[in-house]
């Protein structure tokens, strides 16, 4: 540590690093001249060899953990199981090797999701008023939090990212852009859907809760969500929950109004529930991705003096599509 309480700038270990956000963070470590060690299904090391992450780990001054399996699936049990897994199997490695290293990280900065949230029509989440939700997908982001608490690690700042929806080129934004240019580009309006019974009981039914495209859609720029990333280790006293997400969110039917004006789409037709249904169905998704009122701010973000460089959506939307 410095005098200022700064993590010394070394060594990086980064699970899940060839996923959307991964990549792009990796390579930014290692354009600032930082080593940067790798844990995944496509790397030398994996979750499944405990003693190689221990030695991984150990010495390192961050650690990184953004492993888990795509959740733009159908909630089928076998799919539930292993988004699941994936994510908490991960973090208890990571966090039993930090709690034995003789040199654990001053910092492990864990992915988590701002849809731990409840569906928010009325006010925005943020870490110190929001409200928890329930349901699946929840029930995976309390688990995963959990897990990275889980481990005594004394010598380390713990850090959970409850990241909003992050756009960039590729990622959730491809298929909303595809849908635009195919005159598709409406808001997604909720509706009735019949929910049966076992998928109310495994939480994966969406019940409806908003009308006209009106659900809060809260996002961030992927180059913002790097950039926390690194603010991070220069801000020693930021641990526990961390909302990433552009200080402004707006409903989904601005969203698409945005996309269109950008990709230059005069028309946009409305996706009503029934027709999100089948095309989710059709496409093995699920219409919670786009129907869950995600109204979240980055609170302790901004209190500690972070600043979004893509802070509009509009201009953030430029931004990529015009890349």
Known sequence: MTERGETTLGRVVVAGASGFVGQRLVASYREAGRHVDLIGRRESTTCSDPAAIAALVDGAST????????????????????????????????????????????????????????????????????????????????????????????????????????????????PLAMMARLGLGGPQCDGSWPVGPARRAAG??????SRGGEQRFSWVHLDDVVRVHHWLEHEPTISGPVNVSSPNPETNRELMAHLRKVLRVPFGMPLQRWMLELGTWVIRSETELVLKSRWVLPERLEHAGFRFEHPRLDAALANILNR
């Open 63 to 174: 650690v990184v953990n953004l492993a888990g399996r795509s959740v733009n699936c159908r909630y089928s049990p076998a799919n539930r199981a292993e988004i699941l897994r994936s994510r908490v199997e991960t973090t208890t490695a990571l966090g039993a090797a930090i709690a034995a290293a003789s040199s654990p990280p001053a910092l492990w900065i864990n992915a988590s999701t701002a849809t731990i949230y409840r569906h928010a029509m009325d006010r925005p989440q943020t870490e110190s008023t929001g409200e928890l939700g329930t349901g699946f997908s929840v029930s995976v982001a309390r688990a995963w939090e959990d897990a990275l608490h889980a481990a005594p690690t004394p010598a380390t700042r713990r850090v959970a990212l409850r990241m909003a929806i992050v756009l960039g080129n590729g990622s959730a934004l491809a």
């Open 204 to 209: 994966t039914g969406h019940e409806p809760g």
